[in-house]
């Protein structure tokens, strides 16, 4: 408020010296002298009202690609926008929680609480399914699960939609402002799980998406992505046995790979066992059991390796063992 109030009263003068300045025909005492003084003022007093006007636009400019941070118990979250790397418009669904605290990956394992993403009330926009970082193994007593600690981003791929005399009423002045709302429903974790939830709103014109201060985190968040399997480490070979999965991993450096899988709600993993190694390959069995009705063979499991450095994730039909 006090900003504003000096900012207004210095544009004020700053307007009326200039004022002055074009035409002396109002101040009849006007003179050479008196110029160069106004000249003088005028430079002084733009120097100082610059900045007052710089601060208050890099703050709009800031509130409207990001909400405020909105806080449930020990977790965080709030909305940013951005570019993805290909150019595209992204929003950043970002979490931190606090020390000892974890979320989860959308695959959360046996005790967790996967995402949910409401986007109901949205305007002017679709979007797609979130992208998640790798996850890690959490162990715990009702058994493993996977997510994140600290912090993490979903990156949610949007569609700018240029409204249409179809298009229900809009509620804003500008028609092509997007309205993004989330309902946001998340599992926390430290000894037990504790749901929480956030109403998170942002509005936003599509051009203010390239000015946004906040593509080097969106950048940082596409880097923790999965990667496309590659020789540098994929999975060569996933069989079932009908009690066990049997997965050949092969790439360049093993030493601290481990092996998330992604199913149907109703299928069990157990801990990978490592049977057999040599020097660019592991065989791994991992126990599973899958309903009656959705059998594992002949079906594709979702499987992120995670060595540490690298992630890297890969859809997998299953067959018979030879």
Same mark, same amino acid.
């Given at each position: 408020?006090?900003?504003?109030? +000096?900012?207004?009263?210095?544009?004020?003068?700053? #307007?009326?010296?200039?004022?002055?300045?074009? %035409?002396?025909?109002?101040?009849?005492?006007?003179? #050479?002298?008196?110029?160069? *003084?106004?000249?003088?003022?005028?430079?002084?007093?733009?120097?100082?009202?610059?900045?007052?006007?710089?601060?208050? +636009?890099?703050?709009?400019?800031?509130?409207?690609?990001?909400?405020?941070?909105?806080?449930?118990?020990?977790?965080?979250?709030?909305?940013? $926008?951005?570019?993805?790397? =290909?150019?595209?418009?992204?929003?950043?669904?970002?979490?931190?929680?606090?020390?000892?605290?974890?979320?989860? /990956?959308?695959?959360?394992?046996?005790?967790?609480?996967?995402?949910?993403?409401? /986007?109901?009330?949205?305007? =002017?926009?679709?979007?797609?399914?979130? &992208?998640?970082?790798?996850?890690?193994?959490?162990?715990?007593?009702?058994?493993?699960?996977?997510?994140?600690?600290?912090?993490? !981003? #979903?990156?949610?791929?949007?569609?700018?939609?240029?409204?249409?005399?179809?298009?229900?009423?809009?509620? *804003?002045?500008?028609?092509?402002?997007?309205?993004?709302?989330?309902?946001?429903?998340?599992?926390?974790?430290?000894?037990?799980?504790?749901?929480?939830? #956030?109403?998170? $709103? &942002?509005?936003? &014109?599509? $051009?203010? %998406?390239?000015?946004?201060?906040?593509?080097?985190?969106?950048?940082?968040?596409?880097?923790?992505?999965?990667?496309?399997?590659?020789?540098?480490?994929?999975? +060569?070979?996933?069989?079932?046995?009908?009690?066990?999965?049997?997965?050949? !991993?092969?790439?360049?450096?093993?030493?601290?790979?481990?092996?998330?899988?992604?199913?149907?709600?109703?299928?069990?993993?157990?801990?990978?066992?490592?049977?057999?190694?040599?020097?660019?390959?592991?065989?791994?069995?991992?126990?599973? /059991?899958?309903?009656?009705?959705?059998? %594992?063979?002949?079906?594709?499991?979702?499987?992120?390796?995670?060595?540490?450095?690298?992630?890297?994730?890969?859809?997998?039909?299953?067959?018979?063992?030879?």
């Amino acid at each position: 408020m006090c900003i504003e109030k +000096a900012s207004v009263n210095a544009l004020y003068l700053y #307007f009326r010296l200039i004022f002055m300045l074009m %035409f002396p025909i109002y101040n009849p005492s006007y003179n #050479f002298s008196m110029q160069k *003084t106004t000249y003088l003022l005028l430079a002084c007093l733009w120097l100082t009202i610059a900045p007052i006007f710089a601060i208050k +636009a890099s703050a709009i400019e800031a509130e409207q690609v990001a909400t405020v941070w909105q806080s449930e118990g020990p977790a965080q979250a709030r909305l940013i $926008a951005g570019l993805a790397p =290909n150019g595209a418009a992204v929003i950043g669904v970002e979490i931190r929680l606090r020390t000892g605290w974890h979320t989860y /990956w959308h695959t959360p394992g046996a005790s967790g609480i996967k995402p949910n993403f409401d /986007w109901t009330g949205s305007l =002017n926009v679709r979007l797609n399914e979130p &992208l998640y970082q790798a996850p890690r193994r959490f162990a715990e007593k009702a058994g493993d699960s996977f997510g994140y600690t600290d912090s993490t !981003i #979903f990156l949610v791929p949007i569609t700018p939609l240029i409204p249409t005399s179809l298009t229900p009423l809009i509620r *804003t002045a500008n028609k092509e402002q997007i309205e993004l709302r989330l309902r946001l429903d998340i599992g926390v974790c430290r000894e037990i799980c504790v749901p929480v939830s #956030f109403d998170l $709103a &942002l509005d936003i &014109l599509p $051009a203010a %998406f390239q000015q946004s201060p906040h593509q080097a985190l969106l950048g940082s968040a596409y880097q923790k992505l999965p990667a496309k399997a590659s020789k540098e480490l994929q999975v +060569a070979a996933l069989t079932y046995d009908g009690v066990s999965l049997n997965m050949i !991993i092969t790439g360049q450096d093993l030493t601290k790979t481990d092996i998330i899988i992604s199913g149907n709600e109703l299928d069990v993993f157990d801990r990978p066992r490592l049977v057999g190694r040599d020097k660019s390959a592991w065989l791994v069995e991992i126990p599973a /059991w899958a309903a009656l009705d959705t059998p %594992f063979i002949g079906r594709s499991l979702h499987i992120v390796l995670n060595n540490g450095k690298q992630a890297i994730a890969q859809d997998v039909l299953v067959s018979k063992p030879q």
